[in-house]
């Protein structure tokens, strides 16, 4: 071998092992890439295999959430519906119960409205007037207080009670749910007393009804725990911020056995609690009491109560209002007023709360009145100055009742008129004939007190024995000419319904029930069908349906009827009715009724 192979081979094999080191380290170097991406490979594929063994778990488990889902709706609608059927079952035992004791009450008041449009001496409009006092306290007990809080406790817990904003006088709305207790503190029970401050807008714009209700049983409750003292509503404008709406505080204060801080915590908290049993509630006053928070909260404001054992109890309501611009109607000529200017008057009552009330109603008269707690101050301050144009004194008063004081003040101050404040039902004073000017029944409505003070320094012609309800003449019908139809199958109905309308000069016809009428109109066109809703046969809803189909020429057909549940007044309206009278019947509802739809047909005529 030559040098220069030898050197040739030399030089190959460092060149060789250089090379085989390279190639080597590149198959390493694959190697470890090659096992990187195998391993990763299998991180991955592990990784897809656990998730979609989650996935089909997950499948699973949504798959089972929608089958208890479906179940769970399935549940809600049976629930919702047996709700929904217990409602209805409430709702129509409700409307049952108010019907069967609605319609003989139709009869009692019916009949006595009729007796109020006869020539009655003073004691016999007293006792009418007891009549209808308690008949109507029968039907707000069983109407507003019983069925339309559960009914309306319903719609509060379900928030679909709206309110309804109209013309409302705050006066006239306390002193209506006054008179509603008036019966029921009659015997020697608490005064029920109401003051306005004069800077009160008494016109305002807001919902009549719920305002009444929440007064109403704030009353209502205050009347079942106060049997002495007095049970007193107030009204006070409160400080308002620039530019919100005004806001007023309504107080109903008693001086009842009071509540304990427990029974305060559990006050407006439902009905059924241990402490309200404690306490002696009944459900109604309980339920009553959350429907009075619930209604002030819907109407924007807030109510609380202060108490103590033995003190009596006071509520507040604040809610706001904004005044109205109608302006407030007026029971006399602001001109007649001008008699009742600088007069003394001496009132007597042993009431504080009742004098101050008085006195300041007075003033704002322009009158000058003096205050006595009994009766023997008052004779001492009539001893002393005896130039009084009018005394008025409390019937039921400690010592010497006003009775007793107003025949001592006869005898010794014969001059001296006396206007008696008496409490609803006593009738005691009737055995003293001529003794007082005229007689006021408690609590007190303004105008009708101002009437009397003006009736005594301004006096008209008493002599005439006067009815005491609306006039039922026979120029009604002449002014209103209608041909009526009287739908009624309740006999005592029927010949109330008859009597009236034929006192206003209407001849009418009638029918015992839904099948009749039908008969008889497709005999004769009748102007008004007053109809009854509950008639055997073929009920008023179904006679109503039939003759908005069959009849060419159609009537104006009103509702009369003791189911007075809204939904009942809108199942009458959907049957085709064009209005609703509630029994018993209002006689200025209905004379309000036939003027209007009278007034309505004969528009229709002219334009025809």
Not at 423 to 450: C, I, M, W
Not at 480 to 486: C, F, G, K, Q, S
Request: proline share 3%.
């Amino acid at each position: 071998m030559s040098m220069k192979r030898i050197y040739l081979v030399l030089l190959a094999v460092p060149l060789l092992l250089i090379l085989l080191v390279y190639v080597s380290m590149w198959w390493f170097i694959g190697g470890i890439i090659a096992i990187m991406f195998w391993l990763m490979y299998a991180y991955y594929a592990s990784a897809i295999k656990t998730g979609e063994t989650k996935v089909a778990e997950l499948e699973e488990q949504i798959e089972q959430l929608h089958v208890h889902l479906d179940l769970s709706i399935v549940k809600e609608k049976k629930s919702n519906k047996d709700a929904e059927q217990v409602r209805q079952s409430k709702q129509q035992l409700l409307t049952i119960i108010g019907h069967e004791i609605r319609t003989p009450m139709n009869g009692v008041m019916g009949m006595a409205s009729l007796l109020e449009d006869t020539p009655l001496t003073v004691e016999q409009k007293d006792y009418i007037k007891t009549i209808r006092s308690c008949s109507e306290n029968l039907l707000t007990t069983v109407n507003e207080i019983l069925v339309n809080d559960i009914l309306d406790f319903s719609k509060l817990q379900q928030e679909s009670m709206k309110l309804e904003y109209k013309d409302l006088r705050l006066r006239d709305c306390v002193e209506e749910v006054l008179e509603m207790f008036a019966s029921q503190v009659s015997h020697n029970g608490p005064d029920l007393l109401y003051y306005i401050d004069e800077n009160v807008t008494e016109q305002i714009i807001g919902d009549g009804k719920r305002l009444r209700q929440v007064l109403m049983n704030l009353v209502q409750n205050a009347v079942k725990h106060t049997t002495y003292g007095e049970i007193f509503v107030g009204i006070h404008a409160v400080n308002n911020t620039e530019g919100s709406h005004p806001r007023l505080n309504f107080e109903v204060r008693d001086t009842g056995v009071g509540m304990t801080s427990n029974q305060l915590k559990q006050l407006f908290q439902g009905i059924g609690g241990k402490e309200a049993q404690k306490a002696g509630e009944t459900e109604s006053t309980g339920l009553g009491l959350v429907i009075c928070r619930k209604l002030v909260e819907l109407m924007g404001g807030t109510i609380e109560v202060k108490s103590e054992p033995g003190q009596g109890s006071t509520f507040n309501f604040t809610i706001p209002v904004i005044p109205s611009l109608k302006a407030v109607r007026e029971h006399a000529q602001q001109s007649s007023m001008t008699h009742l200017e600088g007069k003394h008057v001496l009132i007597v009552d042993d009431n504080a709360t009742s004098r101050i009330i008085l006195a300041r109603q007075l003033q704002a008269w322009k009158m000058l009145p003096v205050c006595a707690d009994s009766g023997k101050q008052a004779l001492e301050i009539l001893s002393k100055n005896h130039a009084f144009g009018l005394m008025l004194i409390d019937m039921q008063m400690t010592e010497m009742n006003g009775l007793q004081l107003a025949k001592t003040v006869r005898q010794q101050y014969a001059d001296i008129p006396v206007i008696l404040m008496n409490q609803a039902g006593n009738d005691a004073y009737h055995q003293e004939a001529g003794l007082f000017a005229s007689v006021l029944t408690k609590p007190l409505r303004q105008f009708l007190l101002r009437d009397h003070i003006l009736g005594v320094f301004a006096p008209v012609d008493t002599n005439k024995q006067q009815s005491a309800g609306p006039a039922l003449s026979e120029d009604f019908s002449v002014q209103y000419p209608l041909r009526i139809l009287v739908a009624e199958d309740n006999l005592i109905n029927q010949k109330i319904a008859m009597k009236v309308l034929t006192k206003l000069g209407y001849q009418p016809a009638l029918a015992n029930n839904g099948k009749e009428v039908m008969e008889m109109v497709g005999q004769e066109n009748y102007d008004i069908i007053l109809m009854d809703v509950q008639m055997p046969e073929m009920n008023g809803l179904e006679a109503t349906k039939m003759i908005r189909i069959c009849l060419e020429t159609q009537p104006v057909i009103i509702a009369m009827t003791a189911n007075v549940m809204q939904g009942d007044r809108d199942e009458c309206i959907q049957a085709g009715m064009d209005d609703y009278i509630s029994k018993p019947i209002d006689m200025k509802e209905l004379l309000s009724q036939l003027e209007k739809w009278s007034l309505s047909i004969r528009e229709k005529r002219k334009s025809a």
